[in-house]
């Protein structure tokens, strides 16, 4: 076999002739592996979220097979295991809370096994920044391959999406517009593939990333599931996988800082999920580079939305990809001078060599930037006395004339007092409220859930109000919508301001200004800031308890300040 420059990990367990030598080689061959695969060629770790409890990726051993053909086509070895596995869709009270749990199993099974270089196999939202989290504190060859989105759903004769029709159709319900059965119908409707949200939600986004950020393939981002095409990207992979480890390309080569501009506009680009936020940053941090929340709104504040899907827009991803998926994005950005051409990509050319040829075959999907689907997009960084380090808000998902609104607070201390009062008809509140959610942050909640977007009381749904403004600490679904200020640092739960924020209360939002203000004078906020209590711990053993102690706030990724950085991908003592 051709040797790498660097040689490789699996040789300190696969080249040794002595007790422990047999052990590794001899349980191996009882799968019916043959003496020759131990002779030098790189071993693959297919790193497999396949799970019934995540319906996004029901269909990843399929995926996880075209992966493994691929490896075997260049030489390689491959040996598929499984990780935890993160559905947004099933776990409660959010698969946030265990973003970085699954990220620790990704780490230390990639570093205490035989393997090196490893593939990736990943689609609902909170699997593909658990995996790429745990992939770069070892800093191997890696590449990722998403599961791809679900086709269209159609109910009654229009196109309905994933987590967006969700919402409104949840809200038609409770304001008795449509009945239980209808409910019923547009549920199977919906999601009638393999695959993750439809939608621009989280899961897409995050797919667009991995394709921006270079660790992807081209074309990773928007081929649907079940496209026959999604299985020649994932055999093409475990092919290029091989030769990333023969030329020693490891994880930090690709994430650069230049990767992650390139993601932050391509964010904005796309009308991309505001959680993409929480898990950059979060990403950064494992790899040492410099990324904060005010590049967020430096880099995006230009940059227009150019892709007319749903939740800001009318389309679907496979629309999406149809008209040429996020090469045809990238390829305006870069024509402009917003993109790093010149950035290496998994696939061993440049961003720019990629998308050369790109073509928009769509432009009513993907519009053009003098043309743009929506003006200056990108995520907006809020501050003031109520977020000190910072507040999100979408504007492509707001509502224009509520960027600048000053209105009276309706404070719920927590979700269950939320669930409690909301379908009150006597709830003090009107088209002019501002929405405030507490404890509901990282350490809140806990898990920092996805309820930021509030649902609307009944009484004003029927009076056709359809959005207000919301504030809180805590996340929404990348596939929902609405004049929504979210991740407000530092959160309620440790003392943050928003905790002192009383009904009543005037608050003021300036998206344009980049401004978010309780208008509460300082010398009563001292006096709440005193009577203040910290709310009782959710945990007192077992993971939460971890998470509870160590989880840093939104601006900093809310991940767990001991897993900050990189260990390196040394290989294990060995004490036989």
């Not at 930037?369 to 808000?393: C, Q, T, Y």
């Amino acid at each position: 076999m051709t040797d790498s420059p660097k040689k490789l990990r699996s040789r300190a367990w696969f080249e040794r002739q002595d007790k422990m030598g047999f052990y590794y080689r001899s349980w191996l061959k009882n799968s019916g592996i043959p003496q020759d695969q131990f002779d030098g060629r790189p071993v693959i770790g297919i790193c497999n979220t396949w799970s019934e409890l995540t319906p996004c990726n029901s269909h990843f051993r399929e995926i996880a097979e075209h992966v493994r053909r691929g490896v075997l086509d260049a030489g390689g070895f491959p040996l598929e295991f499984p990780v935890l596995s993160l559905g947004e869709t099933m776990m409660r009270p959010t698969a946030m809370l265990y973003r970085n749990l699954a990220s620790m199993d990704v780490e230390e099974a990639v570093r205490a096994n035989p393997l090196d270089g490893v593939v990736l196999l990943m689609g609902c939202d909170k699997t593909t920044p658990a995996l790429l989290m745990g992939a770069a504190s070892v800093n191997l060859p890696t590449i990722g391959v998403s599961g791809g989105p679900m086709l269209r759903g159609y109910y009654e004769g229009r196109m309905v999406g994933s987590g967006t029709n969700t919402i409104s159709m949840s809200e038609q319900l409770r304001a008795g517009s449509i009945t239980l059965d209808q409910f019923h119908e547009a549920e199977a409707a919906m999601n009638r593939s393999h695959g993750h949200c439809m939608t621009m939600g989280t899961a897409s986004t995050m797919a667009c990333l991995v394709e921006a950020l270079g660790v992807g393939m081209p074309g990773n981002a928007a081929i649907p599931a079940v496209d026959a095409r999604r299985n020649v990207l994932a055999r093409e992979a475990g092919r290029r996988i091989v030769t990333m480890v023969h030329e020693d390309v490891t994880l930090d080569r690709l994430l650069t800082r230049e990767a992650f501009e390139n993601a932050i506009r391509t964010t904005a680009a796309i009308g991309g999920s505001t959680n993409a936020v929480v898990h950059l940053l979060a990403l950064a941090r494992r790899v040492g580079v410099p990324l904060t929340l005010d590049d967020w709104d430096y880099l995006g504040r230009d940059v227009h939305c150019l892709v007319n899907l749903m939740p800001s827009g009318q389309y679907l991803m496979e629309d999406f990809f149809e008209a040429g998926g996020l090469p045809a994005v990238l390829q305006q950005l870069h024509q402009r001078g917003l993109l790093h051409g010149d950035a290496p990509t998994a696939n061993g050319k440049t961003q720019a060599e990629n998308i050369g040829n790109a073509t928009n075959w769509r432009p009513e999907v993907i519009h053009s930037l003098d043309e743009p689907f929506k003006s200056d997009a990108g995520m907006a960084v809020l501050r003031g006395n109520l977020a000190p380090n910072g507040a999100i808000i979408k504007p492509s998902a707001a509502s224009p004339h509520l960027l600048r609104h000053t209105g009276r607070a309706v404070v719920f201390p927590s979700i269950e007092d939320l669930h409690a009062r909301i379908n009150d008809e006597s709830l003090e509140i009107d088209e002019n409220s501002i929405m405030v959610l507490q404890n509901c942050g990282p350490k809140g909640y806990p898990g920092m859930a996805e309820v930021g977007n509030m649902p609307l009381p009944p009484k004003l749904l029927r009076k056709g109000i359809t959005d207000l403004i919301r504030i809180s600490d805590a996340r929404m679904s990348g596939t929902a919508y609405g004049t929504v200020v979210l991740h407000v640092s530092p959160e309620a739960s440790i003392g943050g301001p928003l905790a002192l924020v009383h009904t009543g209360d005037l608050v003021r939002l300036d998206v344009p200004e980049r401004a978010l203000e309780l208008l509460v004078d300082e010398d009563e906020l001292a006096r709440r800031r005193a009577a203040w209590k910290a709310p009782e711990p959710h945990a007192d053993r077992g993971y939460v308890k971890l998470y509870l102690d160590h989880v840093t706030q939104a601006h900093e990724g809310a991940d767990l300040d001991f897993l900050v950085g990189c260990s390196g991908a040394r290989v294990p003592r060995d004490n036989h």
